[in-house]
Structures are given as structure tokens and as C-alpha cells.
């Protein structure tokens, strides 16, 4: 059995009714985020969730809105005083990306909390109790390449 809590489902604009995209997972004692756009924290406080227990960030694809609420998320869990590692999962593009922007944030390797990034490949990417989460790749087209002249 598992848990998801959609703590923001809206494209790249937040309404006042949606956030950014943010889903948390819990499920054998395991706590993780799919995505984390801006305004997580507090949707994740509303949810009565809190932060303690959290241990990975798997990032879905390269687009900032599921990205930009990491840098506030790793400060609050550093105010917190969390000790456990934040591991941060994503496509090498993306922990690239990521890492720049977290360096630009806090002065790499000393973050307020330790990170690891975890660059993605094809199979499981963590697994407890009985579930396990796995990766894929896919492939997608531009979209000019499904446009009729």
C-alpha cells in the first residue's frame, strides 16, 4: 500500500488553487518527492505531511517548474537541523542543471543538508517493503515534428 499526496498540479503558472508540480509518495517506510516546484514547503505543510523522513527527489523531466522549490526545501531542511542525505534523482542534463543551480544557491559541498545527485538509469531507482521504483526512458517528438504543412 502506498500513499500520494498531490501537493501541486499546475503547468508552469501556479493558480490560487494549484500549485507547482510536487507529488509526495509514502510507502514502507519510505518518504520521496516526484518533482518540487516552487511552493512545496508549504503545500506540504498544509498537507500535515512536515519534511522529516524524506529522503529522495526524483526529478521527472527538465522543465524549471519542477525544479525552482528544491533550493527553499534544502534550506528549511538544514534550519531543521535533518541529518539524513537528500538524494537527488534526474537525467545527467538535469542534475547538471541542477547542481549549477544549487552551487549558485549554497556553496557546494556544503549545503545546509548532504546531497547526493543521482543521475537516472534504465531500472530500479529505489526499492522497499515491497515496492520499487523504477526508471524508463521515452522518447518524445518536438512539437513541430507533428505539425501538417
Given at each position: 500500500m502506498f500513499e500520494a499526496t498531490f501537493l501541486g498540479t499546475a503547468a508552469s503558472t501556479p493558480s490560487a488553487e494549484r500549485g507547482l508540480p510536487a507529488v509526495l509518495v509514502q510507502a514502507a517506510g519510505e518518504r520521496f518527492?516526484?518533482?518540487c516546484g516552487e511552493g512545496t514547503q508549504r503545500q506540504m505543510l498544509r498537507a500535515g505531511s512536515g519534511f522529516r523522513r524524506l529522503?529522495?527527489?526524483?526529478?521527472?523531466?527538465?522543465h524549471l517548474d519542477h525544479v525552482l522549490g528544491l533550493g527553499g526545501l534544502i534550506a528549511t531542511l538544514g534550519l531543521m537541523d535533518l541529518r539524513e542525505t537528500l538524494r537527488i534523482c534526474g537525467s545527467r542534463e538535469r542534475m547538471h542543471f541542477v547542481a549549477q543551480y544549487l552551487g549558485s544557491l549554497f556553496p557546494l559541498p556544503r549545503a545546509p543538508v548532504a546531497l547526493e545527485f543521482v543521475e537516472l538509469q534504465p531500472g530500479p531507482v529505489l526499492t522497499?517493503?515491497?515496492?520499487?521504483?523504477?526508471?524508463?526512458?521515452?522518447?518524445?517528438?518536438?512539437p513541430w515534428a507533428t505539425m501538417q504543412r
Open positions: 518527492l516526484i518533482d529522503g529522495h527527489v526524483l526529478l521527472t523531466h527538465a522497499a517493503g515491497q515496492f520499487t521504483v523504477s526508471c524508463f526512458p521515452v522518447i518524445s517528438s518536438p
